[in-house]
């Protein structure tokens, strides 16, 4: 762990504070939690939503042969664009 110094503003400050005490921890731990929330996301809900994406467009008819699909996707038509 790595030791850093902040500069809040008052209003900040306070709440921290009022919500330290609520929650019977430090500032500190809050400001982590807070950073590890924005900067590295709540795995929680990262994984519910990766698994909630499973199989998302197993209905899907045009998708029943996955490599037609990519290779339709893929086809190039600009020299047929330039004939035009």
């Not at 009022?18 to 731990?29: A, K």
């Not at 590295?40 to 699909?69: C, H, S």
Request: charged letters at 35%; zero cysteines.
């Amino acid at each position: 762990m790595r030791r850093t110094q902040l500069y809040l503003d008052n209003d900040l400050w306070n709440a921290l504070q009022v919500r330290s005490r609520q929650e019977r921890t430090t500032v500190s731990e809050l400001v982590r939690q807070a950073v590890r929330e924005r900067y590295l996301g709540n795995a929680e809900a990262r994984q519910e939503a990766m698994t909630d994406f499973i199989g998302i467009w197993k209905d899907r008819a045009d998708l029943r042969d996955p490599v037609a699909y990519v290779r339709r996707l893929r086809k190039d038509t600009r020299l047929e664009l330039l004939r035009g």
